[in-house]
């Protein structure tokens, strides 16, 4: 290569050398750590809204999850059967208020017979965790044993809203830009869902019981708060979430009944990260797993090859973790965050 | 020597002996060869019970990370007793030395920056995040060449350093002491938690040691498995050639092959309840020492005891990496009696909410009743498979033979065995929280 006598200050910035290397960070970092995010925060602010009204880290959110997931696929393969579809979007989204109205259900069932009996003897939060870990095994046990261990996929419908061949021929960069629908979904139906919890929780009467019954148990009691009302109230939340996060995750990566236990990991980190029993936190937090999980496992290479002049083009692939250890990003924020900040970012505790 | 037998030692005796019954049940009516295979699973799993007890029963803590240790007593375990790998060592045994010399000056940079700059305020985390990064981006400078020669020698047969060659019982040992210096760190940076963070902490770093273990190739050959780590009792081909072995299975008149493979469990069962015997021993010493009161004291009231001068984070520590080093022994026990290391079989359901079980089942805070929980728990996790194939059996009676929705379930029945665990412990914490084998209080 012919050694130019400018200094390296002096290089000629090609604007397009910038947008490929935006592009190639929107298709590998920020379109997918969205999605991941999106399902990360749902799934952080059914743990929180547990952590904040009944006072327990809830093990078997997972398996919840895993649940409303299971249902939703069931009822798929059902309208599949019959023959009804909504064409360009997938199945599972009719399927959706079917899995939240059975995950609500069960999360009924084992508030009247399992939770509710610890909640009447006012137990220790550690025994309260013990008590979710038994539920986790019988959730886990029952989900396997009726659909199996196997890999499924659901999603149906229009596959891309945006392909990255499309993408290059449309704008002539040589990068491409992929959006595939399920992110789209799972990132608008976080937006209206949370917005909806947050309205619920900031405008009607029932939200303003709830927190202040997170905020200071006795004395919500003496002003007449009910309590086993507001903790119904609860579970019906948390089923939605947890269905609605299970559901979405499933459709982006795949339903697989193994991968839920480990997911609940990721989704302690974000709540414990934004703060537990915060709502805003429990969002943010998701977003912050997901990102960070992203950008360290990146390879930076391509980026940098882009942005630097030519001689300075790295060798390597310029990655600070192998991509196998995304999943451990996580636990290791989520240790760093409980060590240096244990009430997270956004100071955590009540609602 | 006076026996006195109490009612409560008493109930220990006859739940014991229904244990072995069971274990007798299913040496008469399936096969010797199982029920020793189940024993000595029983033994270890009992061992790691021991170990939660130990921290959960005495002391109240928490700790969701028993799948972490029981693979690192299953490392050492790897480490101690496979030979070393020369080639591997030449081609990068200096680099990754170096590279790991690297990473431990950084983490003592970093420790000392934390404890001696805490005056500093928000500058001393960006301190700490600046070294720690550029620690470690120098040591991949080191550790990535070395590590892709190392992977790069003979990778269908090693690609990875081997371990030291020595006798594989040595092993149990470095397994515990592997297991106590890693639950030092842990327990150093998590102990201050609340209870239930405790167990979010442990279980997230449990899932990076597993993680490593399947990622660092070069260290334990990941998910490719160690295989033929050396036994410390004969094999069964060669008890099959001995003389005196075929003279004595003559003379009683049993089958070769069948006798040498109980006898080779035999033996492994010998060692396994020899090692739980000392345990127990050493358990029931501390439990009824001044320490152990003072334990009980601390779980029961924390604020009390240290008003009564009790260092309460001391005691956990110590407990903490107590616990954990029986773990890591059972864990260096099983990857010998499994004679392969594989780091995908760790698995947090089995490897650590299972433990939990048997601790709640068998009792916490008592050994006996960890031990018993151990084995009921165990000899329940196997045979369960049986009942639920049973239970799915009766079920689907009324279904046609060879239908498509009768074949799943009959696929899919070993997965009731987490369900039957699940309910059993729900029916325990509910309705006999205390366990089989109560806690006993001195104090009536």
């Known amino acids: 290569m012919q050694k130019s006598d400018k200094h390296f200050w002096e290089v000629d910035f090609a604007m397009i050398d910038v947008a490929n290397a935006i592009t190639l960070l929107a298709n590998y970092i920020i379109v997918p750590s969205l999605a991941y995010g999106s399902q990360l925060a749902l799934g952080a602010l059914g743990i929180t809204l547990v952590y904040a009204v009944l006072r327990f880290s809830n093990f078997a959110h997972g398996e919840m999850m895993s649940f409303g997931t299971m249902i939703a696929i069931l009822m798929v393969w059902l309208f599949q059967s019959i023959g009804i579809s909504i064409a360009p979007l997938p199945t599972a989204l009719i399927a959706l208020p079917f899995s939240i109205i059975t995950t609500i259900f069960l999360l009924l069932i084992l508030d009247k017979f399992v939770f509710r009996y610890y909640q009447s003897q006012r137990v220790q939060p550690v025994t309260f965790m013990i008590v979710s870990v038994g539920v986790m095994f019988f959730l886990a046990g029952f989900i396997r044993f009726i659909i199996g261990t196997s890999k499924k996929n659901f999603a149906d419908g229009e596959r891309f809203i945006i392909k990255a061949s499309e993408f290059k021929q449309m704008t002539g960069l040589a990068e491409g830009l992929s959006i595939r629908t399920t992110q789209a979904i799972t990132v608008i139906a976080t937006l209206i869902l949370v917005t909806a919890i947050f309205w619920?929780?900031?405008?009607?009467?029932?939200?303003?019981?709830?927190?202040?019954?997170?905020?200071?148990?006795?004395?919500?009691?003496?002003?007449?708060?009910?309590?086993?009302?507001?903790?119904?109230?609860?579970?019906?939340?948390?089923?939605?979430?947890?269905?609605?996060?299970?559901?979405?995750?499933?459709?982006?990566?795949?339903?697989?009944?193994?991968?839920?236990?480990?997911?609940?990991?990721?989704?302690?980190?974000?709540?414990?990260?934004?703060?537990?029993?915060?709502?805003?936190?429990?969002?943010?937090?998701?977003?912050?797993?997901?990102?960070?999980?992203?950008?360290?496992?990146?390879?930076?290479?391509?980026?940098?090859?882009?942005?630097?002049?030519?001689?300075?083009?790295?060798?390597?692939?310029?990655?600070?973790?192998?991509?196998?250890?995304?999943?451990?990003?996580?636990?290791?924020?989520?240790?760093?965050?409980?060590?240096?900040?244990?009430?997270?970012?956004?100071?955590?505790?009540?609602? | 020597m006076k026996l006195s037998i109490t009612n409560s030692s008493k109930q220990t005796i006859f739940l014991f002996l229904c244990m072995g019954a069971a274990l007798l049940f299913v040496g008469f009516f399936q096969s010797w060869n199982l029920m020793l295979a189940i024993l000595n699973l029983c033994l270890i799993s009992a061992i790691m019970a021991l170990g939660v007890n130990l921290q959960w029963g005495y002391a109240g803590l928490f700790n969701a990370g028993i799948m972490g240790f029981?693979?690192?007593?299953?490392?050492?375990?790897?480490?101690?007793?496979?030979?070393?790998?020369?080639?591997?060592?030449?081609?990068?045994?200096?680099?990754v030395l170096l590279g790991l010399v690297v990473l431990i000056i950084t983490g003592i940079l970093v420790y000392l920056i934390w404890t001696r700059y805490a005056h500093k305020g928000r500058v001393r985390f960006w301190y700490v995040v600046i070294i720690a990064v550029a620690g470690y981006?120098?040591?991949?400078?080191?550790?990535?060449?070395?590590?892709?020669?190392?992977?790069?020698?003979?990778?269908?047969?090693?690609?990875?350093?081997?371990?030291?060659?020595?006798p594989v019982l040595f092993s149990w040992i470095i397994g515990g002491i592997l297991a106590a210096s890693v639950a030092f760190f842990i327990g150093k940076i998590?102990?201050?938690?609340?209870s239930d963070y405790l167990a979010i902490a442990t279980l997230g770093i449990s899932e990076i040691v597993i993680f490593i273990f399947k990622n660092e190739d070069w260290l334990t050959r990941g998910v490719k498995n160690v295989t033929g780590i050396p036994r410390p009792v004969p094999y069964e081909i060669d008890l099959q050639s001995t003389l005196w072995f075929q003279d004595t299975t003559q003379l009683i008149g049993l089958d070769l092959i069948q006798t040498s493979s109980i006898f080779v469990k035999l033996c492994y069962t010998g060692l396994f309840l020899s090692v739980l015997l000392a345990l127990l021993w050493l358990c029931q010493r501390a439990l009824n020492s001044p320490w152990g009161?003072?334990?009980?004291?601390?779980?029961?009231?924390?604020?009390?005891?240290?008003?009564?001068?009790?260092?309460?984070?001391?005691?956990?520590?110590?407990?903490?990496?107590?616990?954990?080093?029986?773990?890591?022994i059972a864990g260096a026990m099983l990857v010998t009696l499994d004679g392969q290391f594989n780091p995908s079989v760790y698995h947090p359901l089995r490897f650590t909410f299972l433990i939990w079980v048997m601790v709640i089942?068998?009792?916490?805070?008592?050994?006996?009743?960890?031990?018993?929980?151990?084995?009921?728990?165990?000899?329940?996790?196997?045979?369960?498979?049986?009942?639920?194939?049973?239970?799915?059996?009766?079920?689907?009676?009324?279904?046609?033979?060879?239908?498509?929705?009768?074949?799943?379930?009959?696929?899919?029945?070993?997965?009731?065995?987490?369900?039957?665990?699940g309910l059993v412990l729900l029916l325990f914490l509910r309705f006999s929280p205390r366990g089989l084998i109560p806690e006993r209080t001195p104090h009536k």
């Open chain 2, 293 to 328: 009161r003072m334990m009980r004291a601390i779980r029961d009231n924390e604020t009390a005891a240290s008003a009564m001068g009790k260092n309460v984070t001391s005691s956990h520590l110590q407990i903490f990496v107590i616990g954990s080093a029986i773990v890591g």
């Open chain 1, 200 to 351: 619920f929780l900031n405008k009607t009467r029932m939200g303003k019981s709830m927190r202040a019954f997170s905020d200071n148990e006795d004395l919500a009691l003496l002003s007449g708060i009910k309590p086993e009302r507001v903790i119904i109230v609860t579970w019906m939340l948390v089923g939605a979430l947890a269905a609605v996060a299970g559901t979405l995750y499933g459709l982006d990566k795949g339903y697989k009944p193994f991968v839920y236990l480990q997911l609940v990991l990721p989704i302690f980190a974000a709540a414990i990260v934004g703060g537990v029993g915060n709502p805003i936190g429990a969002v943010i937090g998701g977003y912050v797993i997901a990102f960070s999980e992203a950008f360290i496992t990146f390879a930076y290479k391509r980026f940098l090859t882009y942005l630097l002049p030519d001689e300075w083009a790295p060798d390597g692939l310029v990655q600070l973790l192998s991509t196998e250890y995304k999943f451990a990003v996580s636990f290791v924020l989520l240790v760093i965050v409980l060590l240096v900040r244990p009430t997270g970012l956004f100071r955590g505790k009540t609602l």
């Open chain 2, 70 to 95: 029981a693979a690192l007593g299953g490392v050492a375990a790897m480490l101690v007793s496979k030979s070393p790998i020369a080639g591997a060592w030449q081609a990068g045994g200096m680099g």
């Open chain 2, 190 to 194: 998590t102990l201050g938690l609340r």
């Open chain 2, 137 to 166: 981006v120098f040591s991949r400078y080191f550790l990535d060449p070395a590590i892709l020669r190392i992977e790069a020698f003979e990778p269908s047969s090693s690609g990875y350093l081997g371990g030291a060659g020595l």
């Open chain 2, 361 to 421: 089942v068998g009792g916490s805070g008592n050994n006996f009743g960890a031990i018993l929980g151990g084995f009921i728990v165990w000899f329940f996790w196997i045979e369960a498979e049986t009942i639920g194939n049973m239970l799915v059996y009766i079920l689907t009676l009324p279904l046609a033979e060879g239908s498509a929705i009768k074949n799943h379930f009959i696929n899919t029945a070993p997965q009731l065995r987490l369900l039957i665990m």
